[in-house]
Nanobody, 121 residues
Framework: QVQLLESGGGLVQAWGSLRLSCAAS????????MGWYRQAPGKQRELVAGITSSSRTKYADSVKGRFTISRDNAKNTVYLQMNSLKPEDTAVYYC???????????????WGKGTLVTVSS
């Protein structure tokens, strides 16, 4: 099994920045892709950004140019740098990991407990 631990959430003003971290432990050799999802009250869960083992990335249109996903293999950690934050970015952000050979960014195998990001104004 894989365990995922998110950190870095908090309260920030509009146009501010936050950096989320996701540390993976356990059977990390089985992970082929990792991503960040978010869910706001009354909204569906959506993919924010993802990165594969070959460093291909995918971003939601709403965050392109503002968010950057990156990976530090030595630390088994994935980061989400969030700049120019907007109130509509407010949500619980979840780290997820997938072991499938073909990643379609749905049906992820492992999930963290989430970290809350609140953007004021």
């Amino acid at each position: 099994q894989v365990q995922l631990l998110e950190s870095g959430g908090g309260l920030v003003q509009a146009w501010g920045s936050l950096r989320l971290s996701c540390a993976a432990s356990g059977s990390i050799f089985s992970i082929n892709a990792m991503g960040w999802y978010r869910q706001a009250p009354g909204k569906q869960r959506e993919l924010v950004a993802g990165i594969t083992s070959s460093s291909r990335t995918k971003y939601a249109d709403s965050v392109k140019g503002r968010f950057t996903i990156s990976r530090d293999n030595a630390k088994n950690t994935v980061y989400l740098q969030m700049n120019s934050l907007k109130p509509e970015d407010t949500a619980v952000y979840y780290c997820a990991a997938d072991r499938a050979s073909v990643v379609v960014w749905s049906g992820m195998d492992y999930w963290g407990k989430g970290t809350l990001v609140t953007v004021s104004s």
